[in-house]
T-cell receptor, first 114, second 110 residues
């Protein structure tokens, strides 16, 4: 596709449920980032992949959050035992190079935990 | 720790009323400063990258400038379709992780 796609666009989960959020980056993009964006805030870094390698996961808020990109393209962010504080928009972004490069963002997945 | 502060938090303009948005940053060894536009319900859309002090870039009614401590996004004769949140992000030091500001919400009234 022409841009970064994410699915689902909206997800409502009951507290304690597991969720999986998918990101399809632009073909050929080496870098992939996941961000969490709360209302009225800028995106907050969660984790970074260079191809299939997860080089940084320092932004993941707890061990309930897990991300993978097994073949260096599609990535999945999984949240186990969701809590209300996990409610946010989860953004995925990809870029062609590693450093100093503009990022192309997907539309985001809005997660609401009841 | 890298910090990015954007001001004002919100700005209301009349159509045609030019203004500027500010992004102040502290980072050791700036590698790039990025401006993005974000419309409600959408992901940020890339506008500009600035790499060194003195650099300027333009696109339609937008012009971005950079000094060693801050960047400005100048909006000339804005139109209602320029209404959006404008985000600034910096990348530098030993990190490849951009740090985003909280954004400036711009509303342009017809």
């Amino acid at each position: 596709g022409a841009g970064v796609s994410q699915s689902p666009r909206y997800k409502v989960a009951k507290r304690g449920q597991d969720v999986a959020l998918r990101c399809d980056p632009i073909s050929g993009h080496v870098s992939l980032f996941w961000y969490q964006q709360a209302l009225g805030q800028g995106p907050e870094f969660l984790t970074y992949f260079q191809n299939e390698a997860q080089l940084d996961k320092s932004g993941l808020p707890s061990d309930r959050f897990f991300a993978e990109r097994p073949e260096g393209s599609v990535s999945t962010l999984k949240i186990q035992r969701t809590q209300q504080e996990d409610s946010a928009v989860y953004l995925c972004a990809s870029s062609f190079r590693r450093l100093g490069n503009e990022q192309f963002f997907g539309p985001g997945t809005r997660l609401t935990v009841l | 720790e890298d910090q990015v502060t954007q001001s004002p938090e919100a700005l209301r303009l009349q159509e045609g009323e030019s203004s500027s948005l500010n992004c102040s940053y502290t980072v050791s060894g700036l590698r790039g400063l990025f401006w993005y536009r974000q419309d409600p319900g959408k992901g940020p859309e890339f506008l500009f990258t600035l790499y060194s002090a003195g650099e300027e870039k333009e696109k339609e009614r937008l012009k971005a400038t950079l000094t060693k401590k801050e960047s400005f996004l100048h909006i000339t004769a804005p139109k209602p379709e320029d209404s959006a949140t404008y985000l600034c992000a910096v990348e530098g030091g030993g990190s490849y992780i951009p740090t985003f500001g909280r954004g400036t919400s711009l509303i342009v009234h017809p």
